[in-house]
C-alpha cells in the first residue's frame, strides 16, 4: 500500500510538470470568469432566470407555492456545472497520455524495473487520471462560487429549489441537485477515461485513445440515433452516457432506464478494465 500512495504522488507531481496540466486550470479558469463577466455587463440575469424557468419547471413551482429564485451564486455555480464536459475531454487526453508518453519516451522500460509490480504500476497511473479529475471539478466549484459571489452575490447559502428527481419535479436544495449532476457526469467520466486508458495501453499511443473516446463522448446522442431502430441500439455505450437525461425520464433509446443504463456501464467498465489490465501485464516491453 505505501509503495502505491508513493508512486500515485510521484505521477501526480509529474502531471504537474506538463504545461498542458496547467493549461487546463488556466482554460477553465478563463471560462468562468468569460461568463461571469458576460452575465453580470451583457446579459440581464433576470432575464436569464425568465430564460431557465419556463413552462412545465415555472409551473412547479406555482403548484408548489414557491417563488422562483433570483439569479445568484448558486445559479452560476449550477450553471456552470456543464464545463464537466469540458473536464471529461481534458481527462480522456491525460488517460491517454499518462500512458502513451512512457512507450513514447522509452521510460516504461526504468518503470517495470521498479520494485512495484506491473499491476501495481498501473493501478497508480488509474487513480492519478481520476484524482486529477477531481481536482478539477474541485477547482471548477470553487472558482464558480468565488466568481458568483463577486458578481451576483448570495440569497442563501442552502436555499430549496424545484428540480426534476426522476419522478417529477419536487423541492431539494441546491447542494442536492448540483451533487447529482456532479455525481451522473462523473460516472460517464469514469467510464469513458477508462476507454481511452484501455485504447492507449493496447496501441502504445494517445492519438487513436483522444479521438476515439471523443468521438463517443462528443458524438453519442448522434450515433445512437442513427442505429436507433435496431434493437441494439440500447446495448450501445453511447446510449448510456447521458444519464441525466435517462434519470430525468428522457432517455434516447425509448424504454431505458436508470438501473438498465448503469448496469449497461459497469460491465463496459469491466470489460476495458479487465482488456487494459491483461494486456498491460502481459505486454513485452524489449522492444521498445
Same mark, same amino acid.
Request: glycine share 6%; net charge negative; proline share 2%.
Given at each position: 500500500?505505501?509503495?502505491?500512495?508513493?508512486?500515485v504522488k510521484n505521477e501526480f507531481i509529474k502531471l504537474h510538470h506538463y504545461k498542458s496540466t496547467w493549461a487546463m486550470y488556466i %482554460? =477553465? *479558469? #478563463? @471560462?468562468?470568469? !468569460?461568463?461571469?463577466?458576460?452575465?453580470?455587463?451583457? +446579459?440581464?440575469?433576470?432575464?436569464?432566470?425568465?430564460?431557465?424557468?419556463?413552462?412545465?419547471?415555472?409551473?412547479?413551482?406555482?403548484?408548489?407555492?414557491?417563488?422562483?429564485?433570483?439569479?445568484?451564486?448558486?445559479?452560476?455555480?449550477?450553471?456552470?456545472?456543464?464545463?464537466?464536459?469540458?473536464?471529461?475531454?481534458?481527462?480522456?487526453?491525460?488517460?491517454?497520455?499518462?500512458?502513451?508518453?512512457?512507450?513514447?519516451?522509452?521510460?516504461?522500460?526504468?518503470?517495470?524495473?521498479?520494485?512495484?509490480?506491473?499491476?501495481?504500476?498501473?493501478?497508480?497511473?488509474?487513480?492519478?487520471?481520476?484524482?486529477?479529475?477531481?481536482?478539477?471539478?474541485?477547482?471548477?466549484?470553487?472558482?464558480?462560487? %468565488? =466568481? *458568483? #459571489? @463577486?458578481?451576483? !452575490?448570495?440569497?442563501?447559502?442552502?436555499?430549496?429549489? +424545484?428540480?426534476?428527481?426522476?419522478?417529477?419535479?419536487?423541492?431539494?436544495?441546491?447542494?442536492?441537485?448540483?451533487?447529482?449532476?456532479?455525481?451522473?457526469?462523473?460516472?460517464?467520466?469514469?467510464?469513458?477515461?477508462?476507454?481511452?486508458?484501455?485504447?492507449?495501453?493496447?496501441?502504445?499511443?494517445?492519438?487513436?485513445?483522444?479521438?476515439?473516446?471523443?468521438?463517443?463522448?462528443?458524438?453519442?446522442?448522434?450515433?445512437?440515433?442513427?442505429?436507433?431502430?435496431?434493437?441494439?441500439?440500447?446495448?450501445?455505450?453511447?446510449?448510456?452516457?447521458?444519464?441525466?437525461?435517462?434519470?430525468?425520464?428522457?432517455?434516447?433509446?425509448?424504454?431505458?432506464?436508470?438501473?438498465?443504463?448503469?448496469?449497461?456501464? =459497469?460491465?463496459?467498465?469491466?470489460?476495458?478494465?479487465?482488456?487494459?489490465?491483461?494486456?498491460?501485464?502481459?505486454?513485452?516491453?524489449?522492444?521498445?
Open positions: 500500500m505505501s509503495n502505491l500512495v508513493q508512486l %482554460i =477553465i *479558469g #478563463l @471560462l468562468l470568469i !468569460g461568463m461571469g463577466m458576460v452575465t453580470n455587463f451583457v +446579459v440581464n440575469p433576470s432575464l436569464m432566470v425568465d430564460e431557465t424557468f419556463q413552462a412545465d419547471l415555472m409551473q412547479a413551482y406555482q403548484s408548489m407555492g414557491l417563488e422562483v429564485p433570483a439569479y445568484d451564486m448558486w445559479a452560476f455555480v449550477a450553471e456552470n456545472i456543464s464545463l464537466t464536459s469540458f473536464i471529461t475531454i481534458f481527462i480522456i487526453v491525460v488517460a491517454a497520455k499518462i500512458i502513451s508518453n512512457e512507450f513514447k519516451w522509452e521510460t516504461i522500460k526504468l518503470l517495470l524495473i521498479r520494485p512495484a509490480g506491473r499491476g501495481t504500476i498501473l493501478t497508480s497511473k488509474y487513480i492519478t487520471v481520476f484524482l486529477f479529475a477531481l481536482v478539477l471539478i474541485l477547482y471548477t466549484i470553487i472558482l464558480s462560487m %468565488i =466568481i *458568483g #459571489l @463577486l458578481f451576483f !452575490g448570495v440569497d442563501s447559502w442552502n436555499p430549496t429549489i +424545484v428540480d426534476n428527481m426522476g419522478s417529477g419535479y419536487t423541492e431539494v436544495s441546491i447542494m442536492t441537485s448540483i451533487g447529482m449532476d456532479i455525481l451522473f457526469s462523473l460516472i460517464s467520466l469514469i467510464v469513458v477515461a477508462t476507454l481511452s486508458f484501455m485504447i492507449a495501453i493496447l496501441f502504445k499511443g494517445s492519438a487513436m485513445a483522444i479521438a476515439v473516446s471523443i468521438v463517443i463522448f462528443v458524438a453519442a446522442p448522434m450515433l445512437t440515433m442513427l442505429v436507433s431502430q435496431y434493437e441494439i441500439s440500447k446495448y450501445l455505450l453511447t446510449a448510456h452516457l447521458n444519464l441525466q437525461s435517462i434519470f430525468e425520464g428522457s432517455p434516447i433509446i425509448e424504454g431505458t432506464s436508470l438501473g438498465f443504463s448503469i448496469t449497461v456501464l =459497469i460491465v463496459y467498465y469491466v470489460i476495458f478494465m479487465v482488456i487494459g489490465w491483461l494486456t498491460f501485464k502481459k505486454r513485452d516491453v524489449a522492444g521498445n
